[in-house]
């Protein structure tokens, strides 16, 4: 350390030093948090297990699903890691060296905040592009693996109504492919008048073409069953609407969810959660900021003499009521009617405001 002081252009030196050791030990938080979260979902989906859906499709559904574990768990991870990374430099007195060549707190501050603004951006390009597919393809593929080949066979996959017609689909692929589509329509009087079942439909552009497929007519007297290699199949159902319909709004990019949200408001549809996922999502970058803010400050203010361990715990009871908070007041937003906005940026303000509180009185 005190040779990079002492070189004759010492700031790019330091930056790269310190940008190792912060995004090093936010490297290392995130994979040993992603690996408790894979495992625990390796867990709970051994339960789901069947002659379709085996072990290995477990382990497969857990590995597509990596993307939006370590989306999820980035801020978290930062404020761990934060700790962890500046809590060494500490530990050696490396900060105090800083100090006494005349680098202010709110330098080591943008030292540490200007990588994490990469880490930030890698993480929202995750989010907006990555996530949404992942998750989507994951979750049809096992529910096509767990569903049988009608809705009669499976309590899995998903429904739609559209007028008088109610539709069953096992699985939803992105793209616009669809895995066992039941239907059925029925007349005014709730009176079934054709049920169908085709095993796949591709969507072509303005309309869905089923394959393989077999129809039976409900008459009067009678029923008439015919098969059918390829049926055409006009709805207003599109590849985009059927995602936001059947996925978690978690699943959803954040564009699709404010398209969707706005959607649902001109409707006059309840759009509370599509509201709340969207707002955590775009306001990530803040909650990161200002969980790192938080590190940094205690770093420098009441956790600059601890043991590592005491700041590992320190870290994560903050991070366990950063989160706390945020799950209690997105709920609530949805049940008691107030901004979803509020819910998602108050526990990320007050957080910023005692971080920036507590450098000043480092500084």
């Known amino acids: 350390m005190k040779k990079l002081l002492r070189d004759n252009q010492p700031m790019p030196r330091l930056s790269r030093y310190v940008t190792a050791s912060v995004l090093g030990a936010i490297s290392l938080v995130l994979l040993v948090i992603v690996a408790l979260d894979a495992i625990g979902a390796?867990?709970?989906?051994?339960?789901?297990?069947?002659?379709?859906?085996t072990f290995n499709q477990v382990m497969i559904y857990v590995a597509m699903t990596l993307p939006?574990?370590?989306?999820?768990n980035i801020p978290i991870a930062s404020l761990i890691g934060c700790l962890i990374g500046l809590g060494m430099l500490a530990n050696n007195s490396e900060l105090v060296v800083m100090r006494a060549a005349g680098v202010s707190v709110m330098r080591i501050v943008w030292l540490v905040i200007r990588p994490i603004l990469w880490l930030i951006l890698a993480g929202a390009l995750m989010g907006e592009y990555l996530v949404p597919f992942s998750d989507q393809y994951a979750e049809s593929r096992r529910m096509l693996l767990k569903g049988g080949?009608?809705?009669?066979?499976?309590?899995s996959g998903f429904w739609n109504k559209e007028g008088h017609d109610f539709m069953h689909f096992n699985a939803v692929y992105p793209g616009g492919v669809l895995f066992g589509v039941t239907r059925y329509r029925f007349n005014e009087d709730h009176r079934l008048l054709q049920a169908s079942f085709s095993e796949r439909a591709t969507f072509q552009g303005e309309h869905?073409?089923?394959e393989?497929?077999?129809v039976t007519n409900f008459l009067d007297d009678r029923t008439d069953v015919e098969e059918f290699v390829t049926r055409k199949w006009e709805t207003n159902l599109s590849p985009e609407l059927l995602n936001l319909i059947v996925f978690p709004p978690e699943s959803l990019a954040i564009h699709s969810l404010y398209n969707y949200s706005n959607y649902l408001e001109e409707q006059g549809q309840e759009s509370s959660k599509y509201q709340l996922a969207f707002w955590k999502k775009s306001l990530q970058p803040f909650t990161i900021v200002s969980l790192v803010l938080i590190a940094i400050s205690f770093v420098f203010g009441p956790l600059r003499q601890v043991t590592m361990g005491y700041r590992i715990f320190a870290g994560v009871v903050v991070g366990l009521v950063f989160r706390t908070a945020q799950d209690l007041l997105g709920p609530a937003s949805v049940v008691f009617g107030f901004y979803p906005f509020l819910a998602v940026a108050f526990p990320a303000l007050i957080c910023a405001l005692i971080g920036l509180w507590l450098l000043r009185r480092a500084s």
């Not at 939006?68 to 999820?72: G, L, Q, V």
């Open 212 to 214: 393989r497929g077999v």
């Open 68 to 72: 939006s574990r370590i989306y999820e």
């Open 208 to 210: 869905w073409v089923e």
């Open 42 to 53: 390796v867990i709970d989906g051994v339960g789901d297990i069947s002659n379709n859906y």
């Open 149 to 155: 080949e009608s809705a009669q066979e499976t309590d």
